[in-house]
């Protein structure tokens, strides 16, 4: 069974700097699909960023961007220039292809901004 | 619009109801989800849909019953066997067909048994 880990409940980040967020994952497989979430306080998941198995280059969006280590199934997201709104959980999420589209969630990690 | 919506946004029932939860998408997604959250928990599947007339048990599925008699629909039945439904839960929706399925969520159903 593929599991997913966030070793980190809480981190603090001052407004302006740059965050990084851990996961790790355990997988047997090779084929799947790796997923970061972000969900303010209104409670709505919202897609982040997306990085697929079998693409060696990080994923970027904006300010937001991955380090994927294949070898050591970590998947790391960094947050650059963060804002007050970046404020929320982030969720990192793991899908295997021979699981269909079902999702394996980490536990989460709550990000504070500080102005 | 297009998007997933969930209704209503906060639920609250006597112990011994059951209840069902609403999920509506209009995005023409194949597949559809519901997840259930907790405190401290990350996001948990309870059942998932891939197509119409068809679905499979997630991780925690008991206690709980859904249906699939329309593409833009996929209701959840919280029944009163399940022994601690109190709880946030979100709905899901995918497409199929294309390699990436990244999952689109609602805006989740607050659920309060007393």
């Known amino acids: 069974a593929q599991t997913v880990t966030q070793s980190q409940p809480e981190m603090s980040v001052q407004e302006a700097e740059t965050v990084t967020l851990s996961c790790t994952y355990d997988?047997?497989?090779?084929?799947?699909?790796l997923f970061w979430y972000k969900q303010p306080p209104s409670r709505q998941m919202i897609l982040v960023i997306r990085q697929e198995a079998y693409k060696q280059q990080n994923a970027t969006e904006n300010r937001f961007s991955v380090n994927f280590q294949k070898a050591a199934k970590s998947f790391s997201l960094k947050i650059s220039d963060s804002q007050l709104g970046d404020a929320a959980m982030y969720f990192c999420a793991c899908r295997q292809k021979s699981s269909g589209d079902k999702l394996t969630f980490g536990t989460g990690t709550r990000l504070a901004v500080r102005p | 619009d297009g998007g997933i919506t969930q209704s209503p946004k906060y639920l609250f029932r006597k112990e011994g109801q059951n209840v069902t939860l609403s999920c509506e998408q209009n995005?023409?997604?194949?597949?559809m989800y519901w997840y259930r959250q907790d405190p401290g928990q990350g996001l948990r599947l309870i059942y998932y849909s891939q197509i119409v007339n068809d679905f499979q048990k997630g991780d925690i599925a008991e206690g709980y019953s859904v249906s699939r008699e329309k593409k833009e629909s996929f209701p959840l039945t919280v029944t009163s066997a399940q022994k601690n439904p109190t709880a946030f839960y979100l709905c899901?929706?995918?497409?199929?067909?294309?390699?990436?399925?990244?999952?689109?969520f609602g805006p989740g159903t607050r659920l309060t048994v007393t």
């Open positions: 997988t047997s497989e090779s084929d799947y699909y």
């Open positions: 899901a929706s995918s497409i199929v067909r294309t390699g990436k399925r990244e999952q689109y």
């Open positions: 995005l023409n997604h194949d597949a």
